[in-house]
């Protein structure tokens, strides 16, 4: 089916009062994976290609249209979105490339000059009827606004969001990004504020750091889209691992490769259905 508007799949989670899933892409095994399980889940899912996952493959585009081009070829509803870019640059590339929406990180900015910059952004996007995330934070470093310790402030988010008119909002609550254990705390009691102060949805990013329990939690307080990508990473990386050890002797790279792609798929497939029905038992949860 055609690609569908992030816009479109984040305010049906916020009138279902449910999360939905955005997984990032590493390689095309990824993004073949991910379609598969939101197929079969029969839900929703979001594409993510980040600003690294693009300098890895040396620029945007072949991983863009192959990534768009397996949207497009789902029987799903799928949305492909820009993360963490850094570079105003690459959010108007990937605007003109099709992408359903972008997120500006500008995290490392100060608040003015991020709220400059967004602006910057969200008028080229919303020219292209296309939504923007962004994020607030005042400290350098990979995590930005989701360093150990940082917290979103209800009444700055607030006029953040008024100032630069995006449509969603990274928060920070608690999570911290490439956790590889599942241990984060979240502060749903500042969650549920934010929620009632912000009129956009909440993103939770780091949320391979929280378990099971914690992000259904996290959903039922207010966030709407879920970023998963470390932990997926180690269901694909564990599945490799364990076929080459069990054949040693394999040097074609799509019998492994293969192996990793239908363990994320399943897991991806599992964690769509445990953002989908939050007032309800957890799917149980795999052993990697």
Do not use: W
């Given at each position: ?5 992030t816009a479109d799949l984040l305010h049906s989670a916020v009138a279902h009062r449910t999360g939905i899933g955005a997984f990032n892409v590493i390689h095309l095994e990824t993004a ?56 105003e640059e690459l959010t108007r590339a990937a605007i003109d490339l099709g992408f359903g929406s972008v997120m500006f990180d500008g995290a490392k900015l100060d608040y003015e000059h ?87 949805p909440l993103v939770l990013h780091g949320s391979s750091g929280a378990s099971d329990e914690t992000i259904v939690s996290a959903i039922r307080s207010g966030i709407t889209k879920v ?62």
């Amino acid at each position: 089916m055609p690609l569908v508007p992030t816009a479109d799949l984040l305010h049906s989670a916020v009138a279902h009062r449910t999360g939905i899933g955005a997984f990032n892409v590493i390689h095309l095994e990824t993004a073949e994976a991910l379609v598969a399980a939101a197929e079969d889940a029969a839900l929703p899912v979001i594409l993510q290609i980040s600003q690294n996952c693009v300098a890895y493959h040396g620029g945007l585009e072949p991983i863009a249209r192959a990534t768009l081009a397996v949207a497009a070829g789902s029987q799903a509803a799928v949305a492909v979105h820009l993360d963490h870019a850094e570079d105003e640059e690459l959010t108007r590339a990937a605007i003109d490339l099709g992408f359903g929406s972008v997120m500006f990180d500008g995290a490392k900015l100060d608040y003015e000059h991020n709220v400059e910059a967004t602006v910057r952004v969200v008028e080229y996007a919303h020219a292209n009827d296309v939504l923007v995330e962004a994020e607030l934070g005042e400290i350098g470093g990979k995590d930005g606004a989701h360093a150990p310790g940082v917290r979103t402030d209800p009444d700055e988010a607030r006029r953040f969001v008024d100032e630069t008119g995006v449509d969603a909002l990274a928060v920070a609550v608690g999570s911290s990004h490439a956790m590889t254990e599942r241990t984060a705390s979240l502060d749903l009691d500042l969650i549920g504020r934010l929620h009632a102060a912000i009129p956009v949805p909440l993103v939770l990013h780091g949320s391979s750091g929280a378990s099971d329990e914690t992000i259904v939690s996290a959903i039922r307080s207010g966030i709407t889209k879920v970023n998963v990508s470390t932990h997926l990473n180690g269901f694909f990386t564990d599945a490799v691992r364990r076929y080459l050890d069990a054949n040693p002797q394999v040097v074609d790279s799509r019998k492994y490769l293969r192996e990793g792609r239908t363990a994320v798929a399943a897991e991806a497939a599992r964690l769509l259905t445990l953002f989908a029905v939050t007032d309800r038992a957890t799917p149980e949860r795999p052993s990697r």
